[in-house]
């Protein structure tokens, strides 16, 4: 029989430079199936096929910085297509501003601080996804960091704001404290969690 | 809160990075705005969210030209980074205002989509003098150069011409305009900030 109806899961941008769409393929109707995205500019008639369907691997499609515009909607939809006929997906519109997710912030580090006689604090420490150009102001991130002692299993979370670093006061004698790190950007989605730094606090009384 | 203005006592201490930082956070907040309204205008009032990207728009600044992607925005010159941002905000300042006179007269729309639609208008306004006295001070300190004047006489009536075809313009279009616009203009005004005071939070 003809495909199923593919259908477009989303598109994601990870620096406001670039982005990606997937989707997911429909029955292929027990026969070969191939599968091709289109897009059309917003006030523009002119169909573009996918510039990169290997890029970013299965069933998606690559838009690099020269594909890549923001402030214009995209009209993008997916064509299964087999010996038997085809079938469309329902279109999607994105405009890049709004589908931004960052990678995961980079080179967390924790320390214990420890100043003459006042108490230690935990100091977290970290760097934006090296994609994401804060520098130059094209894009901002704020950050949110978790913390637990490694035996337990409840997170405790803190919002950083546009902070590259984080203070915990109080750790506890003797624990083992385990920290990660996300991003944002203004209009757009959480990354993933950051992975995990580790820190021994020493025994103190 | 309202931006400084010249004269006043107790301005004086603001750091142009400081002035940077309250017009940004006021376009954060301008633009915020803009998509709650949006957001309520795809929820109630349109029936299928496929039919939005069929519509055919053309925004009334089209005929501004602004820079798209990073580094267009970083190729213009400072002064023409802050024409374009100028340019933008005055070009929004009447179609924005009968917008909420429109909204307010709408039986659909509750008191509170109303007062967002107020609070929008007033802050383009506002904000329009914020980067005024932020180029000021971009002059005074020798940042960038005098020859801002262009969009006193002849850009503003450019301005105030394209901004009466926007009668025509359906509500959801124009918020649709202006959601991207006051993106813009937050965007732009973070990159100025960035070329003018690197030091300070980039
Ligand atoms: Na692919
Ligand atoms: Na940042
Ligand atoms: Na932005």
Known sequence: ?205 | APICTHGHAGCQLLSLADLFDRVIQHSARMHGLSNDLHSEFEQYFLPSKNQIGRINRKCHTSNILTPNGKENAQRLAREELTEVILKLLLAWRDPLSQFHQSIAHHEDFNSFSSNKALEMSDMVHELKNGVEKVAEKMQLLGMISNSLGGLSSAEALLAGTSSGESHAMSDYELLHCFRRDSNKVQNYLKILKCRIVPEHGC
């Open chain 1, 1 to 205: 029989s003809p495909p199923g109806k593919p259908k477009l899961t989303g598109c994601r941008s990870p620096e406001k430079e670039t982005f990606t769409c997937w989707w997911e393929p429909g029955s292929n109707g027990g026969l070969p199936t191939n599968y091709s995205l289109f897009y059309r500019k917003e006030n523009s008639d002119t169909v573009y096929e996918c510039p990169d369907y290997h890029t970013a691997g299965k069933n998606s499609c690559f838009f690099n910085k020269n594909d890549t515009s923001i402030w214009v909607n995209y009209n993008i939809t997916v064509v299964a297509t087999n010996a038997l006929g085809s079938n469309i997906s329902d279109p999607v519109d994105v405009d890049v501003v709004y589908i931004v997710q960052p990678h995961t912030p980079e080179n967390v580090t924790v320390v214990v601080h420890t100043v003459d006689n006042d108490d230690p604090f935990l100091l977290v420490r970290w760097e934006p996804p090296r994609k994401a150009d804060t520098r130059s102001g094209w894009i901002t991130l704020v950050y949110e960091l978790r913390v637990k002692l490694e035996k337990e299993d409840k997170w405790e979370e803190h919002f950083a704001g546009q902070q590259k670093q984080f203070n915990i006061f109080s750790p506890h004698s003797g624990e083992v404290y385990m920290v990660q790190v996300r991003c944002k950007p203004d209009h757009g989605f959480w990354s993933e969690w950051s992975s995990t730094a580790y820190v021994k606090v020493p025994d103190y009384i």
